[in-house]
């Protein structure tokens, strides 16, 4: 009996080895872009090319995502961080500059990311003329940003104004320099 065991274990064994030498014989090569099977069939594999996008800032995707503004990501990211807007003596115009900034800006508010933020518009002014004229002056300003924001779309219960005249100037100085830099209106994000 043990002989049978012995040639029956044999005989299993020959037969793995056989099946297993057949299936290793398609003649297969991981080195090539093409792989022969058998002589009959050839498989092509394709390289795949995957390009990855850097990851935005959510507040610069979601400007980019709302199809409002026309402008590279960089240039969102750089006018989204833009928060002050100046003015020339005794006026509350905005430039054309400033225009671009704020539509910027509205359509960051308008969108998912920021719509549940509200915001402050200070004005300001530089020292010369009296409290009263400049404490009006400085709310001008900061309503011409709010009128802007709110023609894009901004309701104006997200928008508050306040005026701080000459009150809170960026540069102290008494020079042209420092009147031009605190003539402004400024944005603060709640």
């Not at 503004?69 to 961080?81: K, R």
């Not at 924001?149 to 100037?169: H, M, Q, T």
Request: aromatic share 6%; with cysteine; net charge negative.
């Amino acid at each position: 009996m043990r002989i049978a065991n012995y040639v029956k274990a044999a005989t299993l064994v020959a037969s793995a080895l056989w099946l297993a030498g057949c299936a290793s014989t398609g003649g297969e090569s991981t080195s090539g872009a093409e792989t022969t099977v058998t002589p009959e069939e050839t498989v092509v594999t394709e390289n795949v090319v995957i390009e990855t996008m850097p990851v935005l800032d959510p507040a610069v995707q979601a400007v980019m995502d709302s199809g409002d503004v026309q402008a590279s990501a960089e240039e969102v990211e750089m006018l989204l961080e833009r928060d002050t807007f100046n003015f020339a003596f005794d006026s509350s115009k905005l430039s054309d500059s400033d225009y671009k900034a704020l539509d910027v800006q509205a359509a960051y508010l308008n969108s998912d990311q920021g719509m549940g933020k509200n915001i402050i518009v200070q004005g300001h002014t530089d020292e010369r003329g009296t409290r009263t004229y400049n404490l009006a002056l400085g709310e001008r300003r900061a309503n011409a940003v709010k009128d802007y924001l709110e023609a894009k779309g901004v309701a104006s219960s997200r928008i508050d104004v306040i005026s701080f005249g000459f009150e809170k100037p960026v540069d102290p100085a008494h020079n042209e320099t420092a009147w031009a830099k605190n003539r402004r209106a400024q944005i603060v994000i709640n």
